[in-house]
């Protein structure tokens, strides 16, 4: 798996935009990129996943730029609740298991 | 209806001991994962298992013994617990080996 660069911490007011980036310079072609998030305490918790276009679920928006080789996680109205470690990973899909890999993730405090 | 259940909690028991930690899935999923978050927050694959049999023993000591009676539920069976045992210990699951993993709330393991 490519390895994933993040911030190490990051502040959001309440309400904002949470945007949090991720280099995966070394993606491969076949390699999805996934964000999950672990909550104080709490086993991680899938995101958004996608491949080379811009995905948008019910939790978050993912933009990944046209050479793939980063991406953002957009919350778009932060809460309290989204104060947590998020961890971008990249993976592949098909051809059976493929390790999953966390590394130290980014984490989010989201500021009354 | 919990995704990824996990039995116990906390544990809390001395050097020496064997315990278990049980994990079920009713999500209809064919994989299922242990993974152990040690002190440092680094989440790191120990086993996975597709439809009950093993497919990746990421080098656990052989004290750490995996079982699947079938493929809603696996199992963690640890002997002669050491204090660098002690961490918090996620199952997973994932339709395929390859699909996005789902992640059980943990069970926290303290070692005296």
């Known amino acids: 798996d490519a390895k994933t660069t993040q911030p190490p911490s990051m502040d959001c007011a309440e309400g904002r935009a949470a945007n949090l980036p991720c280099n995966h310079s070394?993606?491969?072609?076949?390699?999805?990129v996934y964000w999950y998030r672990q909550i104080h305490s709490q086993g991680p918790q899938y995101i958004i996943h996608?491949?080379?276009n811009n995905e948008t679920n019910e939790m978050a928006s993912l933009i990944i730029t046209e050479d793939r080789k980063s991406s953002t996680l957009i919350l778009p109205h932060a809460t309290l609740r989204d104060t947590a470690v998020y961890y971008c990973?990249?993976?592949?899909?098909?051809?059976?298991?493929?390790?999953?890999?966390f590394g130290t993730g980014t984490k989010l405090q989201v500021i009354p | 209806d919990t995704a990824v259940s996990q039995t116990p909690k906390y544990l809390v028991t001395q050097m020496g001991n064997d315990k278990s930690i049980k994990c079920e899935q009713n999500?209809?999923?064919?994989?299922m994962y242990w993974y152990k978050q040690d002190s440092k927050k680094f989440l790191k694959i120990m086993f996975s298992?597709?439809?009950?049999?093993?497919?990746i023993n990421e080098t656990v000591p052989n004290r750490f013994s995996p079982k699947s009676p079938d493929k809603a539920h696996l199992n963690l069976h640890i002997n002669s617990l050491e204090l660098g045992d002690s961490a918090v210990y996620f199952c997973?699951?994932?339709?395929?080996?390859?699909?996005?993993?789902?992640f059980g709330p943990g069970t926290r393991l303290t070692v005296l």
């Open positions: 990973i990249v993976r592949a899909l098909g051809g059976g298991y493929q390790k999953v890999t």
């Open positions: 996608g491949l080379k």
């Open positions: 997973a699951s994932s339709l395929l080996a390859e699909d996005t993993q789902y």
């Open positions: 070394t993606i491969s072609g076949n390699e999805y």
């Open positions: 298992y597709n439809n009950k049999e093993l497919i």
């Open positions: 999500l209809g999923h064919d994989t």
